[in-house]
């Protein structure tokens, strides 16, 4: 969404000034600030994921790189990078779980 350069107010393509303050917004400015704006997938979120649905732990460390990453670049991705990030601590869990009935059965 591209902002005004004088208020920070939300502005839509179509309109030529801000509602907000009056300033009169240039095409180019909206299309700058469009190009600004990340469409790129965090690559390590994706990552993450995969590791997060075949059941690996990795994904914890994966899933916090990631949204480390993408606090700092503003990739898109954060939802799955929280996703793996929890599936990986459900993960851990069960390794867990399985690990403690194991060791009292001995
Ligand atoms: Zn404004």
Known sequence: M???ATCSGELRPEWRFCVFCGTAVTPTAVVEAAAEAPARVNHIAIIA???ACIGG???IAFGHIALRQIKETHERGRTMAIVATALGYVWL???IVLFLRFANGL
């Open 57 to 59: 732990i990795p994904a």
């Open 2 to 4: 591209a902002t005004c």
């Open 93 to 95: 869990a069960v390794a």
């Open 49 to 51: 994921l995969i590791l």
